[in-house]
């Protein structure tokens, strides 16, 4: 059974850059596809990034593709999402994942375990 905790979030401006940490304990941390998502009230969670296990193949949604970077410390057991140039569409609740198995890593129904999310708004 994996743990994840989420930190980082916060209330930040238009423009501004934030960095969301997700700590994970109780698994081989190194063995799993780690992913990001994120829900905005109203709306259904939707993907954001994903990193293979090590780090060599990264995937983004198209709405934050050159803004976001995700990356991972198999040594901390710790995987980030750098979060530049934001906007008020970034608003949302983030969530950390985790994938025992490598299918297109974009699909909530391919990770297993998630955090309890971090809280991000973007004010205008």
């Known amino acids: 059974q994996v743990q994840l905790v989420e930190s980082g979030g916060g209330l930040v401006q238009t423009g501004d850059s934030l960095s969301l940490s997700c700590a994970a304990s109780?698994?081989?941390?190194?063995?799993?596809?780690m992913g990001w998502f994120r829900q905005a009230p109203g709306k259904e969670r939707e993907f954001v990034a994903a990193i293979s296990w090590n780090g060599g193949n990264r995937v983004y949604a198209d709405s934050v593709k050159g803004r976001f970077t995700i990356s991972r410390d198999n040594a901390k057991n710790t995987v980030y999402l750098k979060m530049n140039s934001l906007k008020p569409e970034d608003t949302a609740a983030y969530y950390c994942?985790?994938?025992?198995?490598?299918?297109?890593?974009?699909?909530?129904?391919?990770?297993?375990?998630w955090g309890q999310g971090t809280q991000v708004t973007v004010s205008s």
């Open positions: 994942a985790a994938d025992r198995t490598y299918g297109t890593a974009r699909s909530i129904s391919e990770y297993d375990y």
């Open positions: 109780g698994g081989t941390f190194s063995l799993y596809v």
